[in-house]
């Protein structure tokens, strides 16, 4: 079994588990028609893929110490995949390289307004639970986050043992699970329970909400805050992505907090809600407690992020995120 050489092994701030795979992203007139119809783009790029690996790559971008424990093929894809994460700065010693599998790849289908994403699972469901124990045993991460739960199965089933063993360890947990291709959604009623902070975009809170059957609460007439709602009585805190309109956070107790994104001319969303992602966590890093505020780190790092194609290449410095959240550029909030 290989493995990929490693950037450090001290403790690390974020452990990052999940996909690992370059996406290629492709502009210009994507809406397939077949027939043998040859169709012109205008751009096309191989980029850092995955939303574990964008995630971890903002994480670093932020100057947070992150290992990612994830599988790629020992094969072209998958030393790209490598060398991306490394130069980003990321402990890359918990990725096995398999001899056997192609490493996953997900091809983006991007337009000015939506974008779909077609994608080859490869290597992506062949992480396992013993790697996830091993990889927290070694790097004693203060954090971990688990992303693209649907697309790992092997991995999920056994997810309520090793969320067990995460929390013993002292460490917190934050999921975003991403889209269930399968559109079941099953298994998170046992998950959610021992997850600190689930991240999911409005459609899939939806969706996460919906196939909670036995949860109800009081309906408020907003179905984002609903949705929520069901599932906080599960135990999460539900942070929720919304686009340009930045980020909601709702917790058990009930208290709701709100932050508006950045007004830009966006290039790409590619990877925007992973860098959110990355932008929230970051702040639970830096100790900060106000949620309105790690609020404002994950709206800001999720807007910064479309300011080029990829979902890694324009992703927020410190020192970017710290220029926006001082109130210096108050004017490049969204109106909300």
């Not at 370059?22 to 043998?36: E, M, T």
């Not at 966006?266 to 990355?278: I, M, R």
Request: with cysteine; aromatic share 4%.
């Amino acid at each position: 079994m290989r493995t990929a050489r490693p950037a450090g092994n001290g403790r690390v701030d974020v452990l990052v588990v999940g996909d690992a795979n370059p996406d290629l992203v492709l502009r210009g007139d994507v809406v397939p028609r077949f027939g043998q119809a040859e169709q012109l783009l205008d751009t096309a790029n191989l980029v850092m893929g995955g939303s574990a690996t964008i995630a971890a790559c903002g994480l670093a971008r932020l100057g947070v110490t992150t290992a990612v424990a994830a599988v790629v093929g020992d094969d072209s894809f998958g030393r790209f995949t490598v060398g991306l994460l490394r130069d980003a700065g990321l402990d890359v010693s918990a990725i096995r390289l398999d001899p056997e599998t192609p490493t996953g790849l997900s091809v983006i289908l991007s337009t000015a307004g939506d974008r779909s994403i077609l994608t080859l699972p490869g290597t992506i469901p062949l992480l396992t639970a013993a790697e996830v124990d091993a990889a927290i045993v070694r790097l004693r991460p203060r954090h971990v986050h688990i992303a693209s739960y649907f697309l790992q199965p092997d991995l999920a089933a056994e997810l309520p043992t090793v969320l067990a063993r995460i929390r013993d360890s002292g460490a917190s947990v934050s999921l975003d699970t991403n889209w269930d291709p399968a559109e079941r959604w099953d298994g998170l009623v046992d998950v959610l329970p021992l997850v600190d902070v689930l991240l999911p975009n409005t459609e899939e809170l939806v969706a996460i909400a919906a196939a909670l059957p036995d949860l109800k609460a009081a309906p408020t007439g907003d179905p984002i805050a609903d949705a929520a709602a069901r599932i906080c009585q599960l135990g999460p805190v539900v942070v929720v992505k919304a686009g340009k309109a930045g980020g909601r956070s709702f917790a058990p107790d009930g208290v709701a907090s709100a932050a508006p994104g950045l007004a830009l001319d966006v290039v790409d969303t590619t990877g925007a809600g992973d860098s959110f992602d990355a932008g929230y966590l970051a702040a639970v890093i830096a100790d900060v407690t106000d949620e309105e505020e790690r609020l404002r780190w994950a709206a800001v790092a999720g807007s910064l992020s479309t300011r080029a194609a990829g979902g890694t290449s324009a992703q927020a410095t410190r020192a970017e995120l710290d220029e926006h959240l001082s109130g210096t550029d108050a004017r490049s909030f969204a109106r909300q």
